[in-house]
């Protein structure tokens, strides 16, 4: 402690003085060679991870008579076109499924942040018996191979009379059991003292739960939006076997339209890819201040 | 809605939790455990997709140990774990402390290195089938640079290590995250005083930052593992639904799917698969943990 | 409307009886009788026909709807992706719809669980309007009767291309008619061209077994037998020329789009295809176009290959007489035939192949394609047998690979891949 009181107010003012300070969040001044390393391997991280990404979009603004095998690659297009995106909203209603693909992704986040929530707090700030027993459901949920338990469930479904509907392609991940832990750890890192406080001004379990413990875990209800909405927006044999009706289907499934029919045009799987995958970051790009907070209130820590 | 109820609740009657906690539980037990239950249940019949079942005692699970595509199987999901968890577990934590410092556009890269997190991964393979195709991205690269071509999605092996490479690129951002919030939490003094002490940054990464975030390492551990042994969609997706070239890199999880999907699907058998796999998974992670217990210790 | 209380009977009540008894059991439905009056609502599933063809099937329903006044057709297409499974499931289910698109191996397991309606017995004045051919592919060896409708045909020619015939020293008029020649070529290809271009890009299936002439199941149906001579030959012919590179070293992994991706960008010398392809040549790799060459599928039977679709009832349906009536409508002359001009395939009711449209040449390599491909399809097969599941292609594919990569002996792997097949068949009841 005493060791940084001292280093702090050594910092040349003069050095501040002649240029841009560029600082890291506690004040302290990055140095100029450590600032180039440091953007030198950002961008270096970030062609990988953004590059394929930017190849599929590229690809996907080429035109008829562009070749896109060429090496060396060209990440720019000669004609940009919009013309393949064109071509996909021909082939297919690609808006009718969007908004159906909306629409479940929608209800999945409400349900998720609503359930998770509730059954998180439950399980962090309750005293009940079973709760450990309830832990381990969920925990076990977690853990059971989805791609065995597919018929099984559209077999309950079928009971429920809800093959073919949008419910009953949102049901079977409505709340997820990693979304209920990952809000039972946000909760459990909470101050009891806030609570309790409340709980001696007389709040019950209801009040607490809505007007304290509730805010506090926005960061993490940020996580599991993001999460709930990636996961209903991705899927794409759950929907296929629950849905019937073309009219329902949601986009990836609509998508998939154009793998039989253009086997061998890159160009339009590519727009496909694209729209497909263009709201998520759209969304994410919207949320990621909430979102990175939530990581920070550490919803995913064991 | 049951307000009164909550209300009567206050010295916490054993009513309310289960209020809070009842639809989470009947959603997971319906469509999740319920089935699971069905599968156990099929794991010891003979049942096919389109024909009920016979109880057939332990036949599956003899059957399985018999079974060539099986060990080929448990040989490929474990490899994967091998491959991919030792790199989940270093690769995002240097990352983290790469994006940990405020610099300018810190953020715009925290949320680029997260894409890859949030693309579907139907979409994340047909792009690196795309990348890695014989004519694609990478192949142009290589051969740019004098480099001849290489038949990433041709051989046994180089496939299975594209699939690891595609599931560690798509795992960086999310454990990332991770790191990060466990990087907020750890005191900067202890930095200071190693600095202090004349500890260069290998040595202070390895002495201060390391221990300090030793439970999240275990943690990431324990996640990337299950996952990385349940793998199914990154190798399905790039090298086919047979399991790559004589379906030498068939995953167990993919051995599910083939053998109890379709009209002829032998849901009795898949169902003993999945139960070895979920035994396995279960295993896997009390290994990790335990693991920690006795570091701890 | 679901009540909470059945949610929860669902959970408890049937937690053990349930798997065992969710699928066929018998939910009532239908007769086989359907020579009752054609009324009621129905549901029609095609497979991946939407994105192309709405308006046709839309002139179709209508057609029918206004034909059988009294009826009404739900029709949907389901996409190419997961059809199998989504089959499966509604079999499963008891949510099949009543008149399904279907292909000769998804009607076996169905005909086999009692789903599909026996058409000898409900529509047997219809059988003399198909090719006997097409009729006949969709019975079921061990069982009686014919279990869907025929409908459209697919078979085409063998692309090449003729610059790097040239390039290679063969001559680009003069393609492969035999095995024999096929093989001698594609060596001489790998040789000239150093291992670079490959003639073949696909490992052998079960259908090129069959058209090399091998007896691929006993005659009851009951076991396979395509590790004989003939089928060891044929292996051992495309492990030569994998190991020259003349069979492309990515067929191990390639799937009908990767090869065709291959034949287009010229990596691949010949690829089978369909008059469908030539636009899409023409379109995407017009330097291709110019050079390309097009022959005859090689048969050492004197048959060549035909995809068959069908089209089948569901023998569960609560309006036979509308459901047979409506499979038949679709796949009668008069509509097959205005399928056929309006994408490359094939009708398969007889004469119809007589029709000027697939006989009278207009010089352009379509209608070529399109008439050598008519002509073939009278005596063409579907070599696949019906009784092939997918499991059993992955055995039978990957036993191949084994042989190719030298890590088995063709006939093992053939005898291994039989003796996989044969315990699937018997598994399958």
């Given at each position: 402690m005493s060791v940084l009181e001292k280093v702090r107010p050594a910092l040349p003012p003069a050095a501040a003085a002649r240029e841009p300070r560029i600082t890291d969040e506690h004040g302290r001044r990055v140095r100029g060679w450590e600032l180039v390393l440091r953007y030198t391997l950002l961008i270096a991280v970030l062609a990988l991870t953004v590059g394929p990404f930017v190849w599929q979009l590229s690809t996907s603004l080429k035109g008829p008579t562009e070749d896109i095998f060429g090496s060396p690659p060209r990440f720019l297009p000669a004609h940009p076109t919009l013309h393949n995106y064109a071509r996909v909203a021909d082939t297919i209603p690609v808006w009718d499924y969007a908004l159906n693909s909306l629409k479940v992704a929608g209800a999945n986040v409400v349900t998720n942040c609503?359930?998770?929530?509730?059954?998180?707090?439950?399980?962090?700030?309750?005293?009940?018996?079973?709760?450990?027993?309830?832990?381990?459901?969920?925990?076990?949920?977690m853990l059971v191979p989805v791609e065995g338990i597919i018929i099984a469930q559209f077999t309950t479904m079928r009971e429920l009379g809800l093959n073919n509907t949008l419910i009953g392609v949102v049901l079977p991940g409505s709340i997820g059991a990693m979304n209920v832990l990952l809000l039972r750890n946000a909760f459990r890192s909470l101050p009891h003292e806030m609570e309790e406080a409340a709980f001696v001004d007389g709040a019950n379990v209801w009040q607490r739960f809505l007007r304290i413990a509730l805010p506090s875990v926005k960061g993490t209800l940020a996580v599991v939006a993001v999460f709930a909405f990636m996961g209903a927006w991705d899927d794409f044999l759950w929907p296929l076997i629950v849905l019937s009706d073309p009219s329902k289907f949601t986009l990836t499934i609509g998508l998939n339209y154009l793998h039989g029919t253009f086997a061998n045009d890159e160009r339009l799987v590519a727009a496909g890819t694209i729209i497909a995958v263009a709201p998520l970051i759209a969304l994410f790009a919207c949320l990621q201040r909430y979102f990175f907070r939530g990581v920070g209130e550490g919803a995913v820590k064991g | 809605m049951a307000t009164s109820v909550v209300s009567r609740a206050r010295r916490q009657l054993p009513l309310s939790p289960w209020l809070f906690a009842a639809p989470g539980l009947l959603v997971t037990g319906a469509f999740i455990l319920y089935p699971f239950v069905s599968t156990l249940v099929n794991a010891f019949t003979d049942r096919r997709t389109l024909v009920p079942g016979r109880f057939v005692r332990l036949a599956n699970f003899r059957e399985v140990l018999h079974d060539d595509t099986f060990w080929t199987g448990l040989r490929n999901s474990a490899l994967?774990?091998?491959?991919?968890?030792?790199?989940?577990?270093?690769?995002?934590?240097?990352?983290?402390?790469?994006?940990?410092?405020?610099?300018?556009?810190?953020a715009f890269f925290r949320s680029a290195f997260y894409t890859p997190v949030v693309a579907s991964i139907v979409v994340v393979g047909l792009i690196w089938v795309w990348v890695l195709d014989e004519r694609g991205l990478v192949n142009s690269l290589l051969a740019a640079i004098g480099i001849g071509r290489v038949g990433f999605l041709g051989d046994q092996w180089l496939l299975l290590l594209s699939a690891m490479a595609v599931t560690v690129w798509k795992g960086l951002g999310y454990y990332m995250i991770i790191y990060l919030a466990a990087l907020a939490n750890v005191p900067r003094e202890l930095h200071e005083a190693a600095a202090v002490d004349g500890a260069g940054p290998v040595r202070r990464f390895l002495t201060v930052t390391v221990p300090a975030v030793r439970s999240t390492m275990v943690l990431v551990a324990a996640l990337s593992s299950v996952a990385a042994f349940k793998v199914f969609s990154e190798v399905y997706l790039m090298a086919g639904p047979a399991g790559g070239p004589a379906g030498e890199d068939t995953t167990l999880v993919m051995l599910v799917q083939r053998t109890g999907t379709g009209l002829t699907g032998r849901v009795g058998y898949a169902s003993a698969l999945s139960i070895v796999v979920f035994v396995v998974t279960v295993a896997l992670m009390l290994l990790v943990l335990r693991v920690d217990r006795r570091e701890d210790t | 409307m679901p009540t909470p209380r059945r949610a929860l009977a669902a959970v408890v009540v049937a937690a053990v009886l349930l798997p065992l008894n969710a699928c066929g059991s018998s939910d009532g439905g239908g007769s086989t009788d359907a020579s009752g009056k054609v009324e009621g609502d129905i549901t029609f599933q095609t497979w991946n026909l939407r994105a192309n063809f709405k308006s046709y099937f839309e002139g179709l329903v209508a057609g029918f709807e206004k034909k059988y006044?009294?009826?009404?057709?739900?029709?949907?297409?389901q996409p190419a992706e997961g059809y199998a499974d989504k089959i499966s499931a509604d079999a499963a289910g008891g949510t099949l719809p009543d008149v399904v698109n279907v292909?000769?191996?998804?009607?076996?397991?169905?005909?086999?669980?009692?789903?599909?309606?026996?058409?000898?017995?409900?529509?047997?004045?219809?059988?003399?309007?198909?090719?006997?051919?097409?009729?006949?592919?969709?019975?079921?060896?061990?069982?009686t009767g014919t279990y869907a409708f025929p409908w459209y045909l697919n078979t085409g020619p063998l692309f090449y291309n003729k610059r790097l015939f040239k390039e290679a020293g063969l001559d680009p008029n003069k393609p492969p008619k035999t095995y024999a020649d096929l093989f001698a070529d594609a060596l001489q290809m790998a040789k000239q061209s150093n291992g670079r271009v490959a003639t073949l890009a696909n490992v052998p299936t079960v259908e090129d077994f069959g058209r090399y002439g091998v007896e691929l199941m006993n005659e009851q149906g009951t076991a396979f037998a395509f590790n004989d001579t003939k089928g060891i030959e044929l292996l051992t012919r495309y492990k030569e020329l994998y190991d020259a590179k003349a069979l492309d070293p990515e067929a191990l992994t390639a799937t009908p789009e990767s090869s065709g991706r291959k034949f287009l960008t010229e990596a691949v010398a010949m690829n089978p295809g369909s008059a469908l392809d030539l636009g899409n040549f023409k379109k995407q790799a017009p330097g291709l176009y110019r050079n390309i060459g097009i022959t005859d599928q090689i048969t050492s039977t004197g048959h060549v290959n035909m995809y068959v679709m069908g089209v089948m009832v569901n023998s569960r349906t609560k309006h036979t007489p509308a459901a047979v009536a409506f499979a038949h409508y679709v796949t009668d002359a008069q509509n097959q035939m205005s399928f056929a001009k309006k994408v490359a395939i094939f009708p398969s009711t007889a004469g119809s192949l007589d029709d000027p449209y697939f006989t009278k040449g207009d010089g352009t390599d379509e209608t070529r394609v399109r008439i050598a491909a008519a002509t073939s399809l009278k005596s063409a097969v579907n070599y696949t047998p019906v009784l092939f599941s997918e499991q059993m292609k992955t055995a039978l594919r990957n036993e191949v690979a084994k042989a190719l990569q030298g890590k088995e002996r063709p006939k093992a792997a053939l005898d291994n891949a039989v003796r996989a097949c044969d315990q699937l068949l018997k598994q399958q009841g």
């Open positions: 609503v359930g998770s929530a509730l059954a998180g707090y439950a399980l962090a700030r309750l005293r009940y018996r079973g709760r450990a027993a309830a832990t381990l459901a969920f925990v076990l949920a | 994967y774990v091998v491959g991919v968890v030792p790199a989940l577990v270093v690769l995002p934590l240097l990352l983290a402390l790469l994006v940990q410092k405020n610099i300018p556009g810190i | 006044p009294g009826t009404h057709v739900k029709w949907i297409d292909s000769p191996d998804l009607v076996a397991p169905l005909a086999k669980a009692g789903l599909a309606l026996d058409l000898d017995k409900a529509a047997a004045p219809y059988k003399p309007e198909y090719l006997d051919g097409a009729w006949s592919s969709h019975r079921i060896p061990g069982m």
